[in-house]
Each structure stands twice: as C-alpha cells, then as structure tokens.
C-alpha cells in the first residue's frame, strides 16, 4: 500500500513566477492538507481540502490556492513567488471518519527554492 | 489561539543516556496531542499521541503523559540510541478533521 505520494522532489524557481505541487493520499483517505516548513521551523497549516472544497485555511495569503480532484488527489499552487516563500511543503492525507482521532500521514515533502 | 513551545535544540546525548525534551501548550478544551519525529531526509512520522487528559502514548520506548493541570506533554526515553537522532516536534489538534499546530522543533543528535 503506498502511502502519501508528493512531487516533484525538489523545485528551483525564480521570484515571481508561479508553482504546482502535487500530492497523492494514501488509499482509503478523502482529506488532503498542506503545509509548509520553513528551514529550522515547524510546519505551518496551508489549508484543508475534502470532497474538492476547502474546508480549513491558515495565515497564508491569497497567492497560495488549492484543488482537489475526484480521485482525491491535490495540487497547492503558489504565485508571485518570492524568497520567503522557499521551504519544505508538505502534503497530509486522513479520513474524517467516526473515531476519536484519524492520523493524519504525511508525504516526504517538496522542497521548493526561490531564487 | 492555540500554541506549542518546546524546549529549544539541539539536544546532544551519549547513546544510552536518559532524554526529556519539554512540550507545553496554549488551548482551551482538550485537544489531543502529539509527538512527531523527522528523521533526516524524510518526512515526518508520528511517534506518539494521547486524546485525553492522564493519557500515555508510547512507541519505540519514547514517553509522553498528557498534564492537563500544567499543560505539557514532555517526551521521555530512558536509553537513547543512535538511531533516535532526528527533529522531534510536539503537536496538538483539536478533532480528526482540524488542523495540526507544531512546535518549532527540537533536533536530537545521540553520539555513540
């Protein structure tokens, strides 16, 4: 069973262009969230995605928008990059569910470069 | 609004040495919480949670009580290997469909 899948691996952009990140959830998981790591920090809520709709979102702006697909899998777009926006960003999946807590499991991440 | 502060790395042990790395949090309610390892060039894994107030969660010998009464969550390991060198984050959430608040991270090397 694969878990969450994410990619590319590592990215180099230059200030002001645009990025897609992709991300695959682990079978079986409908929510999809991501977030970005900052080197040294840990990491911060981008925002939440089920059933294609976003659910939840974090102190981020605009620039950074999101999709789900029908499969459940997720894209983060980020426009207008600049330096402050290079990072580790990680993607989540988990299923609601009914019990108490569903672990959300993290992808091994993108590693994004603004130059 | 919610929060995690962890005790500020890094943290350099002598393997089979005894390790406490402090957590406490901001947050109305009861959320659960968490310990979650990074290990180098790898994404993070969860090591540990509990749901409720006097709850331990364990793994791989690592502890963690939730105190309710002094908001903390500290993570204990009695003998430390080299293996256990990683960034250890504490966490909390409040519901299986929220949100996760990190600490900053604490960074672990065990020498042999």
């Known amino acids: 069973d694969a878990g969450v899948t994410q990619s590319p691996t590592h990215l180099i952009k230059t200030r002001g262009q645009q990025v897609t990140l992709r991300c695959s959830p682990k079978s079986g998981h409908d929510t999809v969230s991501w977030y970005q790591q900052a080197l040294g920090q840990g990491p911060q809520f981008i925002f939440q995605y089920y059933e294609e709709e976003e659910r939840q979102r974090g102190n981020f702006p605009d620039r950074f928008s999101g999709h789900q697909f029908p499969n459940y899998s997720s894209e983060l777009n980020v426009n207008a990059l600049w330096l402050g926006d290079s990072a580790l960003y990680l993607c989540?999946?988990?299923?609601?569910?009914?019990?108490?807590?569903?672990?959300?499991?993290f992808g091994p991440g993108t590693r994004l470069t603004v130059l | 609004g919610d929060s995690v502060t962890q005790m500020e790395g890094p943290v350099t042990l002598s393997e089979e040495a005894f390790l406490t790395i402090n957590c406490t949090y901001t947050a109305t309610g009861y959320p659960s919480l968490f310990w979650y390892v990074q290990y180098p060039g790898e994404g993070l894994q969860l090591l540990l949670k509990a749901t409720k107030a006097d709850d331990k969660g364990s793994n791989k010998g690592f502890e963690a009580t939730y105190r309710k009464e002094t908001t903390s969550f500290h993570l204990e390991k009695g003998s430390v290997q080299v293996s256990d060198s990683a960034v250890y984050f504490c966490a909390l959430s409040r519901n299986s469909a929220s949100k996760i608040i990190f600490g900053s991270g604490t960074r672990l090397s065990i020498r042999p």
């Open positions: 989540a999946s988990s299923t609601p569910g009914t019990s108490e807590y569903n672990e959300q499991f």
